[in-house]
């Protein structure tokens, strides 16, 4: 158990670190957060009910919104 207390503690002093000398780069975590959320509401509803759902899995959007995520970085 030691050597994880020691792991976690070098992992906030890095936290802590980063968050003074570069803030900025955790500004976008929160927004990935959002957008993975978002993303898995959409799959609520087919994932219920597939039958009547079955348009967005066989139609053209679905092919479409995979090819425009796909363009994301």
Same mark, same amino acid.
């Given at each position: 158990? *030691?050597?994880?207390? =020691?792991? $976690? +503690?070098?992992?906030?002093?890095?936290?802590?670190? #980063? %968050? +003074?000398?570069? *803030?900025?780069?955790? @500004?976008?975590?929160?927004?990935? =957060?959002? =957008?993975?959320?978002? #993303?898995? $509401?959409?799959? #609520?509803? *087919?994932? &219920?009910? %597939?039958?009547?759902?079955?348009?967005?899995?066989?139609? &053209? #959007?679905?092919?479409? &919104?995979? @090819?425009?995520?796909? @363009? $994301? *970085?």
């Amino acid at each position: 158990m *030691p050597v994880i207390y =020691a792991w $976690l +503690e070098k992992v906030w002093k890095g936290v802590v670190f #980063i %968050s +003074e000398n570069h *803030p900025f780069l955790f @500004y976008g975590f929160d927004w990935l =957060a959002f =957008a993975y959320l978002v #993303i898995a $509401l959409l799959f #609520i509803g *087919p994932s &219920r009910n %597939s039958v009547k759902n079955k348009w967005l899995f066989n139609g &053209r #959007i679905w092919n479409n &919104r995979n @090819y425009t995520f796909g @363009y $994301l *970085p």
